[in-house]
């Protein structure tokens, strides 16, 4: 079982930066392909980003690229997302995921199931326009 704990998110002016961190527990961490997802209000829960588990290959949502950046320390049992020309439209709780099976590339995490996937608990991030 892989345990995930989101941090950093926070309240912040459009067009700033935050940036997210997920801690693992565990001595797997570097065997799995990460994400972030994220959930708007009202809405369903969306990928946003997601990084291989060697950490040589990322892929990004439209909504996203060129703004937001992920990657991952594996000696630290972390993934961060960079975040940065934040807008109103980021507004959303953010989620970590590690895929279930090991080894996989970025694009597991776009096309594989909630099932597939462990989560955290998220992280709240406003942004005011």
């Known amino acids: 079982q892989v345990q995930l704990v989101e941090s950093g998110g926070g309240l912040v002016q459009a067009g700033g930066s935050l940036r997210l961190s997920c801690a693992s527990s565990g001595r797997t961490f570097s065997s799995y392909a990460m994400g972030w997802f994220r959930q708007p209000p009202g809405q369903e829960r969306d990928v946003v980003a997601a990084?291989?588990?060697?950490?040589?290959?990322?892929i990004y949502a439209d909504s996203v690229k060129g703004r937001f950046t992920i990657s991952r320390d594996n000696a630290k049992n972390t993934v961060y997302l960079q975040m940065n020309s934040l807008k109103p439209e980021d507004t959303a709780v953010y989620y970590c995921a590690a895929d279930k099976n090991t080894f996989g590339g970025s694009r597991s995490i776009f096309t594989a199931s909630s099932l597939g996937l462990y989560w955290g608990q998220g992280t709240q991030v406003t942004v005011s326009s």
């Open positions: 990084i291989s588990w060697t950490g040589g290959g990322s």
